[in-house]
């Protein structure tokens, strides 16, 4: 099985490959520094691709969404040092197989690899990451959060303080739509309050 890595910290990147060529079912492995190397090289051999969610020379993260979505049958395993919830749940949906935080154990890196290779779909892959020890003062995301960019305007409204007719008016739906929305929100955080909506979506890096 041929493999594709792709991260501009060589460090990291020379010890997640040292990492997978323990492997068997490892037949080869490329290595990229840079997003020009990876469009360069990235062609129907390639098994499986991991890639750093930041690139250097380019903003954003839509050239990982727009690579993922020019090679729909090449899985990709997209890993960050970031858990920004908004950028998992961006890539996620451009059709991603997994997310994996740098922060992860070797041996969860591992299995949520091969877990892909083996075909699981994404949230089986990616209900592992409750299993990381991440040392930092952001919360661990155990699932995926399904969440759409009109739900998180809504959110962010939510934290300003916004009524729901405030709401209504700056996004130009009705009341009726916002409480739909909201109620989206309350189910997917698991909370039953504005407050508490609003608390754990920073805990969640969402705000």
Do not use: W
Not at 108 to 120: C, H, P
């Amino acid at each position: 099985m041929k493999l594709l890595l792709a991260d501009d910290h060589q460090l990291f990147l020379d010890g997640l490959s040292s990492l997978l060529r323990t492997q068997a079912y490892v037949t080869e492995l490329v290595c990229f520094n840079t997003l020009k190397e990876v469009q360069v090289n990235l062609d129907a051999s390639t098994d499986l691709v991991i890639i750093d969610l930041r690139m250097p020379g380019v903003k954003g993260i839509s050239h990982i969404t727009d690579l993922i979505r020019a090679h729909p049958t090449t899985p990709f395993v997209v890993m960050s040092a970031t858990e920004n919830q908004v950028d998992i749940n961006t890539v996620l949906r451009a059709g991603a197989a997994s997310f994996i935080p740098k922060a992860a154990k070797s041996d969860v890196i591992l299995k949520i690899i091969k877990q892909v290779i083996d075909g699981d779909i994404v949230d089986k892959a990616f209900t592992q990451l409750s299993e990381i020890d991440i040392n930092s003062s952001a919360t661990n995301l155990p699932r995926f959060i399904d969440i759409s960019q009109r739900q998180l305007e809504v959110l962010h409204a939510l934290s300003n303080g916004s009524s729901n007719q405030k709401i209504a008016e700056d996004l130009n739906i009705s009341e009726h739509t916002v409480k739909s929305h909201l109620a989206k929100l309350f189910k997917e955080l698991d909370v039953n309050s504005r407050l508490s909506c609003v608390q754990k979506a920073r805990s969640l890096n969402l705000l």
